[in-house]
């Protein structure tokens, strides 16, 4: 004689479209929950993943959640960070931004670079011939491999926490994929060790 499921025990879990769930769970940490109806889940979600990373970006100045691939400066670290969605496309706009040869939008510092990467010297934003960056926008120039570039004075000044900023943000944004998996797949139900051993009577 098969067992009754105990829905007193384990309730189920209303997932929605799950598909759906998942997409905008990685969109906005705790939408998906939001949308599944799971308040409580969507409401720890999102204001322990969202405050990790804003304290990661405020340890790091602002420059820690930027996109780059090239010499020297394979930022690996922002596909962990994309993670989390909207509160990284920023980093993705700043990019595009600079690699079309502009100037990063919320522009608060500016180089004198030449032609290696070297800096020169710091210069008020708008200075002709100078390099531009901000909040989110990778570091302007080439980066050599020894010389004092932008990414190096960042370094300098922000010591441990650039390294910690980071860390911060890359955490939130691989716990946003956990929520994401969480939206779609639902929560994981561990059997008791009770009807484990009924189960497998039965079976017997």
């Known amino acids: ?11 189920p879990v209303e997932l929605r479209d799950a598909t759906w769930a998942a997409l905008l769970a990685w969109i906005f940490p705790g939408a998906g929950h939001f949308y599944q109806r799971r308040f409580v889940k969507a409401g720890i979600f ?3 993943i969202l405050a990790t990373y804003i ?9 820690v959640v930027y996109a780059s691939w090239r010499p020297n ?4 670290q922002f596909a962990c ?29 500016a180089y004198l670079i030449d032609a290696s990467g070297r800096v020169i010297e710091e210069v008020p934003v708008g200075t002709p011939k100078s390099h531009a960056t901000g909040p989110f926008a990778p570091p302007p120039g080439p ?7 932008v ?18 943000t890359v955490v939130a944004g691989l716990l946003n994929l956990l929520a994401v998996y969480d939206a779609f797949a639902g929560p994981f139900v561990v059997a008791d060790e009770k009807e484990k051993k009924d189960d497998e009577d039965e079976t017997k």
């Open 81 to 109: 960070q994309a993670g989390i969605g909207i509160p990284a496309a920023p980093a993705v706009l700043q990019y595009f931004s600079v690699r079309d040869g502009k100037d990063p939008f919320l522009a608060n510092r």
């Open 151 to 168: 990414l190096a004075i960042w370094h300098e000044e922000l010591e441990h926490r650039f390294e910690i900023g980071t860390l911060y």
């Open 55 to 63: 304290a990661g970006l405020v340890i790091g100045g602002g420059q």
């Open 143 to 149: 980066i050599p491999g020894n010389d004092r570039c």
């Open 46 to 48: 999102s204001i322990t």
């Open 1 to 11: 004689m098969n067992k009754e499921p105990s829905f007193d025990e384990h309730p």
């Open 73 to 76: 400066d394979y930022r690996w």
